[in-house]
C-alpha cells in the first residue's frame, strides 16, 4: 500500500513561485508542520529574494527590513532549495511544476501599476511610483528608469502608503540617505535634484485616505521640510465624520492633519503640501514634457453599497509641475497556464485555492498567497496568517492527492531539467555570496549594503565567489 503523501518515507514535494513575503511566509508554515515530511523549491525570477522586503520597502525604513532575518532561516532551512535567476513561464513552465510536484504554491505578488486612463498620462517624466520605488531600491527592472528631477514641483497623485515613500524619498536631504541601503544611480540623482514641494492629491477627503498614522507622522519631522495642509479641506461631511469615530486610523490621522493645518511657520526651504477632494483630469504637456497637471475638485457621495466615492463638481484647476508619480496601486499580471480574473485582478482562486474561472472547479494542488490572491494591499506581516491560510488548505487537500503518481518527484530532476536547458540558477549559497559582497560594501561606506543592481552584475559576482 502506498505510504501518505508526508509520511516519513513519502514526502511531498512543494514548489513555491516567486520568493516575496508572501511565498517565504507559506514556506515557513510549512517548515512548522512538523508531522509532517516535505521538500520545497522556491523559484524567483531574480538571483535575489525577498520580493518587496528588497525591492519596495523604502530605504529610511530599514527596520521593516528586519524580516528578512526570519526568511533567511527558511532559505536556510535543509528542507528548502532556492531557484533564484529562473522565470516561471518562460524557462519553468506550469506542466513542469505540475510534473515534478505535489503542490504548488503561486506567490507572484502585484507587478504591474494601475491606470489612471486620463490623457497625457503617457507623457515622459508621468511615472508609475511602483517604477519609481524600483528605481531607488535597485530593483534591476528599473535601473534606467528616466526619471527627471530637474523640475521644482512633482504631484504624487494617490493616499496610500506608497504615495507616503515616494514623497519622502523626494523631499528627504540626499545626505540623510546616504546612509541608507539606496541604490547608488538612485542617490546620485537626488543629489541633483531641483524639486521643492511635492504635492499629494487624494481624490477622497482625510477620512477616506489609505495611508496609515505613523506614515503620515513622520512626513512631519522631515528635516527641511514644511507640511501644509489646508484648514478647509478637513472640514467633514457628516458621513465621513461618523467613520472617523469608528476607525482608529482615520481618528490618528485626522490628528495629525490638523496639527498640520494649524502649523503657519512655512519658511523651510522644502515643502509637501497635502491636498484632498481632488482627481487629476489630464496631465498637460509642452514640447514633448510635463508642464501642469489639470485637477477637478470631487465632492463625496453614497454609493449603492453605501460607501463615499468621489464625484467631480465641474470646478478645475492646473498646477504648474513637470513630475508626476501615479501611486494609485499595484496590479497583479496573469501568469502562464493559470486562471486569471480580470475583474479583481487577482488569480482565480477561493480562499488560496486556485479555481477554473468558468466552472469553479478547482485545481488540484495548486494555490495561492499574497497580492496575488487576495489583491495588492496589507503589510508585510499581514502576509503571514493568510499564508499560513492557504498552508491550511494545502494540508487539508492531502488525502485527496494521495492517488499522484511520485515517478518523477525525485529532488534532482529539477536539477537536471533546468541545466539541460541551460539555466545558471542561483542557489541558497549563491546568494549567500551576493548578500555578502553587498555587505562588505556597503561597511565600507557606513551603510547596511551597497546593492547590485543588474542581473548580469549580480551573476558576475556570483560566479566569482562560486
Ligand atoms: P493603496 O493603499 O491601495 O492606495 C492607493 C491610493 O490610490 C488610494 O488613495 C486610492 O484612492 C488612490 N487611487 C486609486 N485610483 C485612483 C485614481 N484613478 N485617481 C486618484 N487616486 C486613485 O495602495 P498603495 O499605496 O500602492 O499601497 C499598497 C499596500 O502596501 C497598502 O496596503 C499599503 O499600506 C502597503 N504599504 C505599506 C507601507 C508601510 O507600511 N510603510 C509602505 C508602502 C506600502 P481611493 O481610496 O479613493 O480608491
Not at 524580516?67 to 536556510?76: E, G, K, P, S, T
Amino acid at each position: 500500500m502506498t505510504a501518505p503523501l508526508g509520511a516519513a518515507d513519502r514526502p511531498l514535494r512543494i514548489a513555491v513561485v516567486g520568493a516575496g513575503p508572501a511565498g517565504l511566509y507559506a514556506a515557513d508554515s510549512l517548515l512548522r508542520r512538523g508531522d509532517m515530511s516535505l521538500s520545497i523549491d522556491i523559484f524567483n525570477r531574480f538571483p535575489t529574494p525577498f520580493g518587496l522586503v528588497r525591492d519596495g520597502v523604502a530605504p529610511d525604513h530599514q527596520s521593516i527590513k528586519a524580516v528578512a532575518r526570519i526568511f533567511d532561516r527558511v532559505l536556510a532551512d535543509p528542507r528548502v532549495r532556492f531557484f533564484g535567476n529562473v522565470t516561471y513561464g518562460v524557462e519553468l513552465r506550469r506542466r513542469d511544476l505540475k510534473r515534478l510536484y505535489h503542490q504548488i504554491i503561486y506567490a507572484v505578488g502585484a507587478q504591474a501599476d494601475r491606470r489612471m486612463s486620463i490623457p497625457g498620462e503617457d507623457l515622459p517624466n508621468s511615472l508609475p511610483a511602483s517604477s519609481f520605488v524600483g528605481w531607488y531600491n535597485g530593483h534591476p527592472d528599473y535601473r534606467d528608469l528616466p526619471a527627471d528631477l530637474s523640475c521644482e514641483r512633482a504631484v504624487v497623485i494617490g493616499n496610500g502608503n506608497v504615495a507616503m515613500d515616494v514623497t519622502r524619498i523626494l523631499v528627504t536631504s540626499p545626505d540623510a540617505l546616504a546612509g541608507t541601503d539606496i541604490a547608488d544611480h538612485a542617490l546620485e540623482k537626488l543629489r541633483h535634484s531641483r524639486i521643492r514641494e511635492v504635492v499629494v492629491l487624494g481624490r477622497r477627503g482625510p477620512v477616506q485616505a489609505s495611508f496609515t498614522t505613523p506614515e503620515v507622522r513622520e512626513l512631519g519631522k522631515l528635516e527641511g521640510v514644511d507640511v501644509i495642509v489646508d484648514p478647509r479641506d478637513l472640514r467633514l461631511d457628516a458621513v465621513s465624520e461618523s467613520d472617523a469615530e469608528e476607525d482608529r486610523t482615520a481618528k490618528g490621522n485626522l490628528r495629525i492633519l490638523h496639527d498640520y493645518a494649524a502649523r503657519t511657520d512655512h519658511s523651510a526651504p522644502r515643502r509637501i503640501t497635502l491636498r484632498f477632494l481632488a482627481s487629476p483630469v489630464e496631465i498637460v504637456g509642452a514640447d514633448g514634457r510635463i508642464a501642469a497637471l489639470r485637477i477637478e475638485q470631487n465632492e463625496l457621495v453614497v454609493d449603492p453599497n453605501g460607501a463615499l466615492r468621489s464625484r467631480g463638481v465641474g470646478r478645475f484647476e492646473t498646477i504648474p509641475t513637470g513630475l508626476v508619480l501615479r501611486s494609485i496601486g499595484y496590479r497583479t499580471v496573469p501568469i502562464e497556464g493559470v486562471p486569471f480574473d480580470p475583474a479583481t485582478s487577482t488569480i482565480n482562486n477561493v480562499a488560496g485555492q486556485v479555481v477554473h474561472p468558468n466552472t469553479g472547479e478547482v485545481l488540484q494542488g495548486e494555490y495561492v498567497v499574497g497580492w496575488a490572491k487576495r489583491g495588492p494591499t496589507g503589510l508585510i506581516g499581514n502576509n503571514k496568517p493568510d499564508s499560513a491560510a492557504t498552508v491550511d488548505a494545502m494540508v487539508a487537500d492531502l488525502p485527496a492527492l494521495q492517488r499522484l503518481g511520485d515517478n518523477h518527484r525525485d529532488p534532482s530532476q529539477v536539477e537536471a531539467l533546468l541545466r539541460e536547458r541551460g539555466i545558471d540558477y542561483v542557489t541558497y549559497g549563491d546568494w549567500r555570496i551576493l548578500d555578502q559582497h553587498e555587505v562588505a560594501a556597503g561597511r565600507a561606506q557606513g551603510r547596511p549594503r551597497v546593492k547590485v543592481t543588474t542581473v548580469p552584475e549580480m551573476m558576475a559576482v556570483i560566479r566569482e565567489g562560486r
